[in-house]
């Protein structure tokens, strides 16, 4: 098994356009098939993006910008190279840079914009042919290899470390009942699009307030449970540091898109046990390199797993920080 690009959303300028898109595929080996579409305004084909909307997420805008521009409603998997070109009509020129995934369709019923008039499916071969510019070729070159290692249908797990809470100077009564304060709440509801574009279904968090309501505001949007887990709170990691390796490895044998929300103190270790089943030394070093300083409050680290059981992988990891 290969492992994947390594990928985070990209670091940019303030000058610099922001975009994002996906690569819509279905089927399996040589049946592999991409959806592309054309463009009027520029007679071109191309993989559906757009710019990001003002505090939007890259991964909710390349959802949002797939559903607009194709009708089709998106499960965002793997990330794939970005691309990084100029724009405009004259000097000087503004930088763009589009970050990509990998998507599959979990439902039809939108409506295409204006932008785009049609779109097609077509076999890879078919579909490096039809691409109007030759960067586009390279996240389908990345979505063949991945086909071709069979971590083409990754799934994600999602690891989450609770919003901003209330200090524990302030807090007076019993720690594990400490609630987010409101940068916390603001940032709980801004999960909802991002886990939304990876059709996050398991949640399982610490049975610490502030953990459970950071995932809250998405069980409540979806239906979705919360699963509380005293390994992942800190007075159980103190007690069983190897009850939050376990969890990690159920959701491992889980396969399917999961999302797990834990403190700080807890993250070495649950990173360090990604590391431990990653696909290659690369996506393994980023996963330590993350668990180092840790993820920021609200943070979100998605590893990308493919393989159940004991065979699962970690082949792609990527971070969303707050915005």
């Given amino acids: 098994m ?3 690009v390594v990928a ?52 909710e805008a390349a959802v949002r910008e797939v559903l607009e521009e194709t009708g089709l409603h998106a499960r965002l998997g793997i990330p794939l190279p970005l691309a990084r070109y100029e724009v405009g009509t004259s000097r000087p ?11 599959q369709v979990v439902a039809s019923g ?51 470390r609770h919003a901003s809470s209330v200090s524990r100077r302030r807090w007076k009564q019993d720690d594990v009942q400490r609630p987010l304060d409101e940068a916390g709440r603001e940032r709980a509801s801004e999960l909802i699009p991002l886990l939304s574009a990876y059709q996050v279904q398991r949640l399982v968090t610490s049975d610490a307030e ?38 990690v490895a159920k959701l491992l044998a889980k396969g399917e898109p999961a999302a797990l929300c834990t403190h700080r103190p807890v993250l070495p270790t649950v990173l360090g046990a990604l590391a431990e089943r990653s696909a290659s030394e690369r996506v393994a070093a980023a996963l330590r390199e993350s668990a180092g300083p840790g993820l920021v409050k609200g943070e ?24």
């Fill in 210 to 247: 502030r953990c459970a309501a950071t995932l809250a505001p998405y069980a409540r949007a979806t239906g979705g449970r919360l699963r509380g887990r005293h390994a992942l709170s800190e007075e159980g990691f103190a007690a069983d540091a190897g009850g939050a390796v376990r969890v």
């Fill in 8 to 59: 985070l959303p990209a670091p940019v300028d303030d000058g610099t356009v922001r975009a994002a898109g996906a690569l819509l595929w279905r089927g399996r080996g040589k049946g592999l098939e991409v959806a592309v579409v054309h463009r009027p305004k520029y007679d071109d084909w191309s993989w559906p993006k757009g710019k990001l909307d003002p505090g939007e997420s890259w991964a």
């Fill in 2 to 4: 290969t492992a994947q």
């Fill in 300 to 323: 979100v680290l998605v590893a990308h797993v493919s393989g159940q059981g004991e065979d699962a992988r970690v082949v792609a990891v990527e971070r969303h920080d707050t915005y």
């Fill in 110 to 160: 939108g409506h295409l914009t204006d932008e785009v008039d049609e779109v097609r499916w077509l076999p890879a071969d078919q579909a490096r042919g039809r691409l109007h510019y030759r960067r586009d070729q390279v996240q389908l070159d990345a979505l063949i290899e991945a086909d071709a290692h069979g971590t083409i249908d990754a799934r994600p797990l999602l690891v989450v």
């Fill in 93 to 103: 020129y503004r930088r763009k840079v589009v970050q990509y995934w990998a998507a």
